[in-house]
């Protein structure tokens, strides 16, 4: 079957991912955290308790889930299938891509929708842009059974493309849906981070899941500039806050605090770690993984999984930590070199 313009964007989004995944992360920003050493843990391994609860209605068997990333393409299909069937396996929760396209296509619900049959009983949350309609929430809801609705905020993005937005009049309608929606809304960027404001903004619109996505790992005006083919916005290929920025800015923010989740440029179980201590109550995942299962393929994402929740219980347990939560009160750290300057100019240490 001949695809749309939509799909073939998605197709190229998965391509360009995983060509432009070098280049991406040539920074590990996550390296400029030191955790201080725990010579005491007074704990063993069996005593870590891996479980997150986000709130009062999402529960998670393991802090890190696969994050948003396709639907609405054959190749996306199969991409689907095989991370949702991972998630399941690894009891590991799961968001799609952004479901517009299965709004606009009818024909291209199958391509969620699969991650729904892979894993009949485990956390999915559907995906969107902040600005779309109540009803279109609630569609992307009802076909994926969704326990959550991710709404992404991608300005940064859709300004790079020649053929993205150019009117983002988002909170209004954030607000709303919040409102409206029976399910657990999570705003998400989609890799350029947030700033206090932006998240005191959101709070006070009712939004109490945050999910800050920042740089340092999936880079969209990287990808979309490689699309563009020098009609994009250069400019913007170092854009945004990174991640750790992100959630220094995010760990300042008390009564109400929201439900802080991290993502962007999470590459292995340290990282989860470090998230967690800087305030993160879970971890998101998207480039690391998509990049394994297409060079490397199904097995290799299997064991990596494996590798990732072993580590993250042997790592709890050196922190003397039963709790993934227990990492923001319990650990300390020291901050180094542009993350130093960023925290200090910016008054959050
Ligand atoms: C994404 N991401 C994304 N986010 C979103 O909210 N809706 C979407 O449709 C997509 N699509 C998408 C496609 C592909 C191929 C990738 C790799 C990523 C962004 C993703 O959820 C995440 O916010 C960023 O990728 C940063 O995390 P990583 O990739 O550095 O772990």
Same mark, same amino acid.
């Given at each position: 079957?001949?695809?749309?313009?939509?799909?073939?964007?998605?197709?190229?989004?998965?391509?360009? +991912?995983?060509?432009? *995944?070098?280049?991406?992360?040539?920074?590990?920003? *996550?390296?400029?955290? !030191?955790?201080?050493?725990? +010579?005491?843990?007074?704990?063993? &391994?069996?005593?870590?308790? $891996?479980?997150?609860?986000? @709130?009062?209605?999402?529960?998670?068997?393991?802090? *890190?889930?696969?994050?948003?990333? &396709?639907? @609405?393409?054959?190749?996306?299909?199969?991409?689907?299938?095989?991370?949702?069937?991972?998630?399941?396996?690894?009891? =590991?929760?799961?968001?799609?891509?952004?479901l517009s396209i299965a709004i606009r296509e009818p024909?291209t619900r199958?391509?969620f929708t699969?991650?729904?049959?892979?894993?009949?009983?485990?956390?999915?949350?559907a995906n969107l842009?902040?600005?779309t309609s109540l009803q279109a929430a609630q569609t992307a809801i009802k076909l994926l059974h969704a326990?959550?609705l991710?709404?992404?905020?991608?300005?940064?993005?859709?300004?790079?493309?020649?053929?993205?937005? !150019?009117?983002?009049?988002?909170?209004? #309608?954030?607000?709303? =849906?919040?409102?409206?929606l029976?399910?657990?809304?999570?705003?998400?960027?989609?890799?350029?981070?947030?700033?206090?404001? &932006?998240?005191?903004?959101? =709070?006070? %619109?009712?939004?109490?899941?945050? #999910?800050?996505?920042?740089? @340092?790992?999936?880079?969209?005006?990287?990808?979309?500039?490689?699309?563009?083919?020098?009609? @994009?916005? /250069?400019?913007? #290929?170092?854009?945004?806050?990174?991640? $750790?920025?992100?959630?220094?800015? %995010? !760990?300042?923010?008390?009564? /109400?605090? /929201?439900?802080?989740?991290?993502?962007?440029?999470?590459?292995?179980?340290?990282?989860?770690?470090?998230?967690?201590?800087?305030?993160?109550? &879970?971890?998101?995942? +998207?480039?690391? *993984?998509?990049?394994?299962?297409?060079?490397?393929?199904?097995?290799?994402?299997?064991?990596?999984?494996?590798?990732?929740?072993?580590?993250?219980?042997?790592?709890?347990?050196?922190?003397?930590?039963?709790?993934?939560?227990?990492?923001?009160?319990?650990?300390?750290?020291?901050?180094?070199?542009?993350?130093?300057?960023?925290?200090?100019? !910016?008054?959050?240490?």
């Amino acid at each position: 079957m001949m695809e749309s313009q939509q799909a073939n964007r998605k197709n190229e989004h998965l391509s360009l +991912a995983i060509a432009s *995944f070098k280049q991406a992360h040539t920074h590990h920003y *996550f390296n400029q955290i !030191r955790l201080i050493h725990n +010579a005491l843990p007074e704990m063993s &391994t069996t005593d870590v308790d $891996p479980r997150v609860q986000l @709130g009062p209605h999402l529960h998670l068997e393991w802090p *890190f889930y696969l994050e948003a990333m &396709t639907g @609405g393409s054959n190749q996306a299909m199969k991409v689907n299938r095989t991370l949702a069937h991972q998630a399941a396996r690894h009891h =590991l929760a799961i968001a799609t891509g952004s479901l517009s396209i299965a709004i606009r296509e009818p024909a291209t619900r199958p391509s969620f929708t699969v991650v729904r049959e892979e894993d009949p009983a485990g956390l999915v949350f559907a995906n969107l842009s902040a600005g779309t309609s109540l009803q279109a929430a609630q569609t992307a809801i009802k076909l994926l059974h969704a326990d959550a609705l991710e709404l992404h905020l991608n300005a940064a993005q859709e300004l790079t493309m020649m053929e993205g937005d !150019r009117n983002f009049h988002w909170i209004d #309608n954030i607000k709303c =849906l919040v409102k409206a929606l029976p399910v657990p809304i999570i705003v998400k960027e989609v890799g350029f981070g947030m700033s206090q404001q &932006t998240i005191r903004r959101l =709070l006070a %619109a009712g939004v109490r899941y945050i #999910n800050i996505s920042g740089r @340092g790992g999936t880079n969209f005006a990287l990808i979309e500039n490689r699309r563009s083919h020098g009609l @994009g916005l /250069p400019e913007l #290929n170092k854009w945004g806050q990174t991640t $750790p920025e992100s959630l220094l800015e %995010a !760990r300042v923010i008390k009564d /109400p605090s /929201p439900t802080i989740i991290a993502s962007g440029g999470i590459i292995n179980p340290l990282d989860v770690i470090k998230a967690g201590v800087l305030g993160a109550q &879970t971890v998101g995942v +998207a480039g690391y *993984f998509l990049n394994i299962l297409i060079r490397h393929g199904e097995n290799a994402l299997d064991e990596e999984l494996c590798r990732w929740q072993e580590e993250i219980l042997r790592l709890l347990t050196l922190l003397g930590c039963q709790r993934f939560t227990d990492l923001s009160h319990r650990v300390d750290f020291v901050l180094q070199g542009d993350l130093y300057d960023y925290a200090r100019q !910016r008054k959050l240490i």
